[in-house]
Every structure is written in structure tokens, then in C-alpha cells.
């Protein structure tokens, strides 16, 4: 798309969100592409779950649609598998699990995993590094207002180690799964390690009741600002993979973790080598 009508489309979608009047009144639309592309993440980050104007949500996802244009998809089926990357070994189901370090944002799954906060509404903090953040900027605002209409109906917070299932909207996943990992503060407990069970194969079995997955995508759930160890997480998260896998339900073709730091990627790949 040609540059001057791409930064029309940004200029539009900027003005449509400040008419909201949710945002600071004293908040001008810059001049330069870069600091109105820092300007609409910082508003999609911080937009409450109101129903959107007439137009916006359009507005929003032809931009998004752009925004995406040239950014390369990684396809599930394409990714090897841990047999395949790491040879034979004691790790059951090698054939359905993948071990990926990328955006999972940029993952064709048929549902990736939001490791989400209790209010389940996104992370508010204005270009958070977190996957919450993440996920939400790349969906659109569509995602908060879907979690949002979830979470009044439930009326109260979502708990510890449950997941629930949305649209994946701008993202290429056809769904999101969102769980609420367990918070650490003065060392793991027995308690936190169930927890942390309890998310993945409450993924599992959501993706299990919606025929069209079959492909599923975990975070590093816990481990960011929930401060979960990195080892052990990655030990819970393979052995509840590994036991769900290995029970009645198993109908996933593949599923994988995705990392986003080396440190994560070796991580889980010294549990895969020996393993």
C-alpha cells in the first residue's frame, strides 16, 4: 500500500480513538509514522473495554492488516518436531511436540495460550514487554471487549489454573486460550506446581472441545512477572503436556512451546536431549 494513504489510515484510526474521550485531552496526533505507531499501541494498550464507535473496529483492522503485510507466518506443520530436532528418547509423544523460539503473535496455530492476569482484560501498562501485552496489541481491541463481556457474565476474577477461549481476531491463531498462572512470592509450593498443571491441561481441554484445533502453542506461563523459575516451569509444563497427552482425550496434533529468549530455548531442550 502506497505510504501516504497507510498514514491517512493511522491518522484516522489515532483521531477515532482520542474522540472516544477516554484518553488525555491534552494528547496530539504526532507528525512522524514511528511516533504515531508508538502513539496507537500506547492507546490500544490503555483503551477500556467500551463498545467501540461506528467504523473503528474496521479502521483498526485494515490497519492491522497492513501492519501485517510482509511479516513471515511460521505454520505449525512446518516446525519439526521434537524427534525430530533432538533424536529418539524417553520423552513420550516426540512426534506431537515442537519446541519453537519466535513471536508468538507471528504463530498460525489453530490457538495460542495467553498467559493473562485474573481480570482477564489484557495488560494495561503501555508497550509492556509481557506476552498479555503482546497478544492483545496484535489481536485488537476486539480481544478485550470479548474478554470483558466473558468476564461480567462470570462475575468475579478468573482463578488460578482454569482457561477460557476467545476469537484470535487480527492474529493469525484462530483463537486465543487464556489462564491465569500461579503468582510467586516467597518460593514454589506444592500448590503453585499444581497450579501450574492445571493451566496446561486446562488449555488442552478447552482446545479438545473445539474440532477445528488441532494445533496448540503454550507461552512460558508463570515465568515472566508471575516470577515462576524457568527449570521448574518448564518441567511442570512438560510432564502435564505428557500425562494429558497420554490420557482418553488426546485428539491434538501438535502442540508446541514456544519461547522467545535463548535462555528459555535451552531451557526446555536440555529436558528434550536427556529426556
Known amino acids: 500500500m502506497d505510504f501516504m494513504v ?7 484510526l489515532l483521531r477515532g480513538l482520542l474522540a472516544e474521550g477516554w484518553a488525555d485531552s491534552r494528547l496530539a496526533i504526532p507528525e512522524d509514522a514511528a511516533s504515531k505507531r508508538h502513539l496507537l499501541r500506547t492507546l490500544m494498550n490503555i483503551r477500556p473495554p467500551w463498545p467501540a464507535r461506528p467504523g473503528l473496529i474496521e479502521l483498526q483492522d485494515r490497519w492491522l492488516a497492513e501492519e501485517r503485510e510482509g511479516v513471515a507466518v511460521a505454520e505449525p506443520y512446518r516446525l ?8 529418539a528418547g524417553v520423552t513420550p509423544f516426540r512426534d506431537h511436540l515442537v519446541l519453537w523460539k519466535g513471536d508468538i503473535t507471528t504463530l498460525a496455530a489453530d490457538a495460542v495460550v495467553n498467559a493473562a492476569n485474573s481480570k482477564l482484560l489484557g495488560c494495561f501498562v503501555p ?3 509481557c506476552i498479555d501485552n503482546a497478544i492483545h496489541s496484535a489481536a485488537g481491541i476486539q480481544l478485550r471487549l470479548e474478554c470483558h463481556e466473558q468476564m461480567q457474565k462470570q462475575g468475579h476474577d478468573e482463578p488460578a489454573g482454569q482457561a477460557k477461549i476467545t476469537p484470535g481476531y487480527n492474529l493469525p491463531a484462530r483463537h486465543v486460550i487464556h489462564t491465569v498462572g500461579p503468582v510467586i512470592y516467597d518460593g514454589v509450593t506444592e500448590r ?5 498443571a492445571a493451566c496446561y491441561k486446562s488449555c488442552l481441554e478447552v482446545a479438545a472441545q473445539h474440532p477445528d484445533i488441532k494445533t496448540v502453542a503454550f507461552c512460558c506461563i508463570s515465568t515472566g512477572e508471575f516470577r515462576f523459575p524457568k527449570g521448574l516451569a518448564a518441567r511442570t509444563a512438560t510432564r502435564a503436556v505428557g500425562d494429558w497427552l497420554a490420557g482418553p482425550a488426546r485428539r491434538l496434533e501438535r502442540i508446541i512451546f514456544n519461547v522467545f529468549t535463548q535462555e528459555d530455548y535451552e531451557t526446555y531442550a536440555a529436558l528434550f536431549r536427556t529426556g
Not at 6 to 12: A, G, H, R, T, V
Not at 192 to 196: G, K, S, T
Open 6 to 12: 497507510k498514514d491517512d489510515i493511522l491518522s484516522k
Open 80 to 87: 519439526p518436531s521434537i524427534r525430530e530436532a533432538f533424536g
Open 127 to 129: 508497550h509492556h514487554r
Open 192 to 196: 503453585d506446581e499444581r497450579l501450574l
